[in-house]
């Protein structure tokens, strides 16, 4: 029925050298950032947050859509725009998080399941009255001491297709996201083979549900190795690996792949994306961002709460979405920070 909405609406998400702002932070998490600059979180200073982060002038350029969270998308701009309404008059697709959040998981210990399928076909609707072109549902996979389980990636997995054949009956883009954290002390390889097992799991999940991968994005993490591993990888270890892992595993039917941030520093995660879209080699899709922190840490720390910055802090936004869309066609240099430093 939404055949050809969603098809161009997958196409817009990926448009070349355009990616996705995540600031669907959920409660707790708004929370964690809004403590490192020692701002309370209340309603009114997470749409204040929020609102310079949508209202940002020319970003259209490089971002295709933002993703917020079920308060924002009912919140409005400082003028009573609705910030949807804001979002489209730039040429932004507008995308909801969905899914109610990673719980443990029975019988796993250290283990998580996704949460959200209950009621979610009326959720849906309604979300698509709101102004949602598209979703994101995020699926959390550890690496530890014999885990993951078989018992975590299916639970996962099955979940992840189960939301994304009803943002589709719904008319909506279901971004699919399962994400291999990089906590904890494991190698590059370990993260490849996680890596590899979670996705070959998620695209058989999705083909049994009959989700129709021409008309999904996936949001991937990359294959890193973890925070604590005392042999980390380089940014062309980082690009070959993660090429290798999408290549086994993604269908080329797919619009898309949007890397997540995951922890890894703003720089850092620009020069992975670059690294992966310099190498001149022929990919079946395009490979762009849907980052969160490493798109908001510097508007963040400009901001301070104080309405007095938020022209800087949108010059900050403005700037790192300006380098990530320079490395979805693997043109981003350092060198481009520090002259954007001493403009
Ligand atoms: P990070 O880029 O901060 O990992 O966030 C992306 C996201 O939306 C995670 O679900």
Redesign the pocket.
């Known amino acids: 029925m939404f055949e050809r909405e969603l098809a161009a609406t997958a196409a817009a998400m990926v448009a070349p050298g355009k990616g996705i702002l995540?600031i669907?932070e959920s409660g707790g998490t708004i929370k964690k950032r809004f403590d490192s600059i020692g701002i309370e979180s209340k309603v009114e200073t997470r749409r204040a947050y929020r609102d310079l982060l949508i209202t940002a002038d020319g970003l259209s350029q490089f971002i295709s859509g933002m993703?917020l969270y079920d308060e924002t998308i009912r919140q409005a701009a400082q003028d009573g725009t609705p910030f949807v309404e804001v979002l489209k008059k730039n040429g932004i697709l507008a995308g909801i998080?969905v899914d109610a959040g990673a719980k443990n998981l029975a019988g796993a210990p250290g283990e998580t399941v996704t949460e959200g399928l209950d009621g979610l076909r009326e959720r849906l609707a309604e979300y698509k009255k709101l102004g949602a072109d598209f979703a994101?549902w995020?699926a959390v996979i550890t690496i530890g001491k014999d885990i993951p389980t078989a018992c975590c990636i299916e639970a996962n997995a099955h979940a992840l297709a189960r939301y994304a054949a009803l943002c589709q009956e719904a008319g909506i883009v279901p971004i699919v996201?399962p994400?291999v954290l990089m906590d904890g002390e494991h190698t590059l390889e370990r993260s490849l083979e996680v890596t590899e097992n979670t996705l070959h799991a998620v695209f058989h999940a999705l083909y049994r549900q009959r989700v129709r991968v021409e008309h999904t994005i996936l949001?991937a993490?990359m294959v890193i190795a973890a925070k604590g591993c005392p042999q980390q990888a380089s940014v062309q270890q980082v690009a070959e690996a993660t090429l290798r892992c999408l290549k086994r595993t993604v269908p080329a039917a797919l619009p898309g792949i949007v890397?997540?941030?995951?922890?890894?520093s703003d720089e850092l995660?620009t020069a992975h994306l670059n690294a992966m879209n310099a190498t001149g080699a022929t990919l079946p899709w395009p490979l762009s961002f849907?980052?969160?922190?490493?798109?908001?840490a510097p508007a963040l720390k400009a901001w301070q709460g104080q309405a007095a910055n938020v022209p800087a802090a949108q010059k900050a936004l403005f700037h790192r979405s300006k380098m990530n869309s320079a490395a979805c066609f693997g043109r981003y240099r350092p060198e481009l920070e520090k002259e954007a430093r001493s403009a």
């Open positions: 995540a669907d993703i998080k994101k995020r996201e994400e949001k993490s890397f997540l941030s995951g922890g890894q995660a849907s980052y969160g922190r490493a798109l908001q």
